[in-house]
């Protein structure tokens, strides 16, 4: 396609600029960049196609950035980086040093909002809403949220506060499931289109105004009736009674892909008072047959060819490449649920994510997807458990963050049996820092009764699983696992491993390298590069944050005296402070060094550049071990 128009576009203002009637062949050409430049560098794919006529109409008829949008999770926003100054580096998209793959207040001043999780958008745009009412401020707020965010309470709560404070809002539903025929679109747009428009807009502030100066009983029973007619209207062909309950004017359901229709419906909108609610209709994937055509690819996609959509075959391997974790997990779940009718999985909206799509494809009814709604998957795992279930609540490290109270309110302090098994720990790598599970050894250690465990690779993954659910059963357990494949260790049956207990790798008499989880394996080699400079390095797998084997500390304190913990998450609170709490309160004359993740935010890149970055690969960590040497001999720290 040739760029009549997009390769000028390099701010909104320059879209305002033209006629109404380019508008389709902008989004047009919008489309046609966008499937050009992911299918070369691999991205979030199948939502922006789906949000491009919605991403130019609003753009085009608010005043960005004096208006604010806030875009919900950051996946269908691709085309509002297009759109915002961001064209021509699109294709650095979720590269280290490229562009974020989600909104970003750093990176552009059109990003009102970042989020890296669905259904924060209503919430955030009700309090910039609120500020501007604050200040005395002018500007539009629009909120974009797709239907799978709808599945989170956070969504409903910031809709009834929306409807409390009756603050001008608009909340534009990006429904893209298709629950509504096309067929319905005519009847209800002509119907939006009247509720929307200057006139209707004006017949309704008649109405209001005509019955309230005659100050009767007659007054108020026409405004009723007026008010149920439209009402109806619009409960007989539309969905919108929810959200007309809980505040909202509703307006909808619309094309979504009709630039000049949602124009039109904007331009309406944009001066009515109070929470508005926009519902429009789109598809994912939308004017690309591959993506239109096969809905697993429509999430995220790596190199494709731009006219077939499949993949683009990059050099295979010497060796083939270890299953990943999730594979391992979704497979170990099936053994353990072979023999063990209790077991059950939950997940939030990300079945093929975790690995329990593995399950389902054997025991569909043992597998719960709650939706974007992590803290009601944890409490609806602890209700499972009060009745005897086993439930395995299988969610990404970051994302249960937001079920932190629900498992120390919900599950802790009842000693319920409830497994938690964490994906996506450590640094997971292009997804940045919204997806990083560098917080969970803090947080779940300080949980009281908690049992915290990570596994140096796909066999430890396994037993670890099994021990959780048919060894230990005193109260929660979580397993924290990095995303990706392991070592490549040889899978074996399923054991039971002794809660608390660590593993001594290697023996090794001038420093200890005592690490957790993946580390273990860059532990393994940097302990082989010191070796061949002529430092014996002892290297121990914890396998356990939470109970620490305080047995192997005392050993290693008195035997060695030096000791690095070593862990691909926060050092603040982790397993590193973990030890450290121990020696200090036991007096042990030990020097420590605790080797993880700063008090920063990691951003995005390859997990192997990240590593190197942080020295956390076992050249870093054998330069750390080495610079650690150096400053205790100067201190006097002499092995025993």
């Not at 320059?14 to 992911?38: A, C, F, G, M, N």
């Not at 309090?127 to 604050?134: F, K, L, P, T």
């Not at 605790?594 to 020295?615: A, F, P, S």
Request: glycine share 10%; charged share 20%.
């Amino acid at each position: 396609m040739s760029y009549r128009h997009l390769l000028s576009i390099d701010a909104p203002e320059d879209l305002r600029k033209l006629p109404e009637t380019e508008l389709r062949r902008v989004s047009d050409e919008v489309r046609e960049y966008l499937v050009d430049t992911i299918t070369r560098v691999g991205g979030h794919f199948g939502a922006g196609l789906g949000t491009v006529e919605l991403t130019v109409a609003l753009h085009y008829v608010y005043n960005t950035p004096h208006d604010k949008i806030v875009i919900d999770t950051g996946h269908q926003a691709y085309p509002h980086k297009i759109l915002t100054g961001r064209r021509d580096q699109l294709h650095t998209i979720r590269q280290k040093g490229g562009l974020s793959g989600f909104l970003k207040r750093s990176e552009s001043i059109y990003d009102d909002f970042g989020a890296g999780h669905a259904t924060t958008s209503i919430s955030a745009a009700l309090g910039m809403a609120a500020a501007r009412d604050q200040l005395k401020e002018d500007y539009k707020v629009v909120a974009v949220i797709g239907d799978g965010a709808m599945t989170g309470g956070l969504a409903y709560e910031a809709m009834n506060n929306c409807g409390v404070l009756k603050s001008d809002i608009l909340v534009v539903l990006n429904d893209n499931n298709m629950s509504i025929a096309p067929n319905v679109w005519a009847l209800s747009n002509y119907f939006s289109e009247i509720f929307a428009s200057p006139a209707g807009r004006r017949l309704r502030e008649s109405i209001v105004g005509m019955t309230e100066r005659t100050g009767s009983s007659f007054g108020d029973r026409i405004r009723s009736l007026a008010h149920r007619i439209e009402g109806g209207m619009k409960a007989v062909i539309t969905p919108g009674m929810l959200f007309e309950a809980l505040g909202f004017q509703y307006f909808g359901p619309v094309n979504g892909h009709n630039v000049n229709q949602l124009v039109t419906m904007l331009q309406g909108i944009r001066e009515m008072k109070g929470p508005i609610l926009l519902h429009c209709i789109t598809q994912k994937g939308k004017g690309y047959g591959p993506a239109e055509r096969d809905k697993q690819f429509l999430h995220a996609i790596g190199k494709v060819d731009k006219i077939t959509g499949k993949a683009i075959a990059s050099t295979p391997p010497p060796v083939p490449a270890p299953p990943t974790y999730q594979k391992i997990f979704g497979e170990a779940m099936v053994e353990i649920m072979a023999t063990n009718p209790k077991v059950v999985g939950i997940t939030a909206a990300m079945p093929d994510g975790t690995g329990l799509d593995i399950v389902q494809k054997t025991y569909p009814e043992k597998v719960y997807d709650v939706g974007i709604a992590e803290g009601h998957g944890v409490t609806f795992a602890a209700g499972l458990a009060t009745q005897g279930v086993v439930p395995v609540v299988a969610i990404y490290s970051s994302f249960l963050q937001r079920g932190f109270d629900h498992i120390a309110h919900d599950v802790a302090i009842q000693h319920l049996h409830v497994v938690f098994a964490l994906d996506r720990s450590g640094l997971v790598g292009a997804d940045g820092p919204t997806h990083h599970g560098v917080l969970d050894f803090g947080y779940l250690r300080i949980i009281q009764g908690m049992v915290v465990m990570a596994p140096k690779d796909e066999q430890e993954l396994r037993d670890m699983l099994y021990t959780s659910i048919h060894s230990y059963k005193a109260g929660p357990v979580a397993i924290r696992y990095p995303r990706g494949s392991g070592p490549g260790t040889a899978i074996g049956p399923m054991k039971s491993i002794e809660i608390g207990k660590s593993e001594q790798i290697r023996a090794g008499k001038d420093v200890a390298l005592v690490a957790i989880g993946k580390m273990v394996s860059h532990a393994q080699k940097a302990a082989a590069i010191l070796a061949e400079q002529g430092i014996d390095a002892e290297v121990v797998n914890a396998r356990f944050v939470k109970p620490l084997d305080t047995a192997m500390i005392d050993d290693i304190a008195s035997r060695i005296g030096r000791i690095i913990t070593i862990e691909d998450g926060q050092i603040q609170g982790g397993f590193g402070s973990a030890v450290a709490e121990y020696l200090a309160q036991n007096h042990h004359n030990v020097d420590l060094k605790i080797h993880g993740i700063e008090d920063i935010y990691v951003d995005h890149g390859t997990q192997e550049e990240l590593h190197k970055d942080l020295l956390l690969d076992p050249d870093g960590i054998a330069e750390v071990t080495k610079d650690f040497l150096s400053s205790s001999v100067m201190r006097g720290i002499v092995t025993t």
